[in-house]
Each structure stands twice: as C-alpha cells, then as structure tokens.
C-alpha cells in the first residue's frame, strides 16, 4: 500500500472544485506566490520548493500539468522531468519547465528529457495562462 504524501494529505480535504491542478517545482518562494495568485481563479496550485517529494506527492495528487524550474538545489528540472518520464502512469503528463536560463543549451535539454513546453522568466501572466490552458486543453 502507497504512503500518503504530506501535502497529498493536505489538498485532499479540498479537492472537491474540480479544477485542473497544476503541481509547481521552484525553490523561490515570492515567484510560487505570484503564479499562485496568477492561477487562483482558474486552477488549483500545490507549490513544492524542491523535488525530493515530488515522486510522492504526484501520484496522490494526480495533477493535470507540472511546472518545473530548471535549477534548483539538489535535483534540477532536467531529472525530476525524467522521473516522472520513467514512470508510465505520468509518460502522459505535460511538463512546462518555466526557469531564468535563456540559454540554447537547456533548451534542448528540455526537449531530450521529455518537456512538453518552455518559457523563461520574467514571463508574462497573459503568456503562462495561454501556455497552461493549453497544454491542459491538449493533454487532457
């Protein structure tokens, strides 16, 4: 039997708008507020500040997209993409890396591990709400 992740526990008690959950992977703190805020009227946001539990609280949580920073401490984007790439119930499950590096280099990177979608920040409200509906409309 699969444990039951702390913030798994957390959002089950509301779970019941039936909006789209976007699960979030950034280790800045004031930038998970802001899209928070950005998603508030549409979606449902779980924020984790690091990747360690993601594998765990993903499945629980069953989200319709997952937006990854490409640096962060411990495990990048670029691994917790391949994770949830390796396990064949989320193979379906876009993953929008939304991060400060401009380089080529990373994004090609996103390409061979999987992503789905890339914008970089700053980014607008207007262009990560377009991406995210989207990505959920074509995915779902």
Excluded at 12 to 20: H, I, L, N
Aim: net charge negative.
């Amino acid at each position: 039997m699969r444990k039951m992740g702390t913030i798994e526990k957390e959002f089950a008690e509301d779970k019941e708008t039936g909006r789209p959950l976007i699960l979030m992977v950034d280790d800045d703190a004031d930038f998970q507020t802001i899209v928070r805020e950005w998603l508030q009227d549409s979606y449902e946001h779980v924020g984790l500040a690091d990747g360690e539990e993601l594998i765990n609280e993903i499945d629980g949580l069953e989200p319709s997209l997952v937006i990854l920073d490409v640096r962060m401490p411990g495990a990048d984007g670029f691994k917790l993409c391949e994770q949830i790439r390796s396990d064949r119930r989320f193979s379906h499950l876009p993953v929008l890396f939304l991060t400060g590096s401009k380089g080529d280099e990373d994004f090609m990177k996103n390409l061979s591990v999987g992503g789905t979608a890339y914008l970089t920040k700053p980014v607008a409200r207007k262009k990560l709400l377009a991406t995210i509906k989207e990505l959920i409309e074509k995915y779902s």
